[in-house]
């Protein structure tokens, strides 16, 4: 699988961006699909999480203000990020597993490029 990640750029605090992450390959429907996100000196930490049947998890920090969505027939993973604060600063990844997700980066088997958000006060 080959994964592709895009929307990325800079937003002042309180506003919104969409991201997306295009997969190519193996048949997308049977993939979970994760958002990590990396800040400057930070580890890579989970945000959001969707499975094969659309169940999904987010991360404390981002509950309420980000949402995970896909659409199988265009083979792509979206986070929606609303209510944007500055500490969201980070390079975005998408990543993908068999079946069911993890919060575990460890456990993914594929990852994206990364697409940088960056968020002023």
């Known amino acids: 699988v080959q994964l592709q990640a895009s929307g990325g750029g800079l937003v002042q605090a309180g506003g919104s961006l969409r991201l997306s992450c295009a997969a190519s390959?193996?048949?997308?429907?049977?993939?979970?699909l994760g958002w990590f996100r990396q800040a400057p000196g930070k580890e890579r930490e989970f945000a959001a999480a969707?499975?094969?049947?659309?169940?999904?998890t987010y991360s404390d920090s981002v509950k309420g203000r980000f949402t995970i969505s896909r659409d199988n027939a265009k083979n792509t993973v979206y986070l929606q990020m609303d209510s944007l604060k500055p500490e969201d600063t980070a390079v975005y990844y998408c990543a993908s597993r068999s079946q069911y997700y993890t919060k575990d980066p460890r456990s993914y088997d594929n990852w994206g490029q990364g697409t940088q958000v960056t968020v002023s006060s």
């Open positions: 390959g193996r048949t997308f429907s049977s993939l979970a």
């Open positions: 969707i499975n094969r049947n659309s169940a999904s």
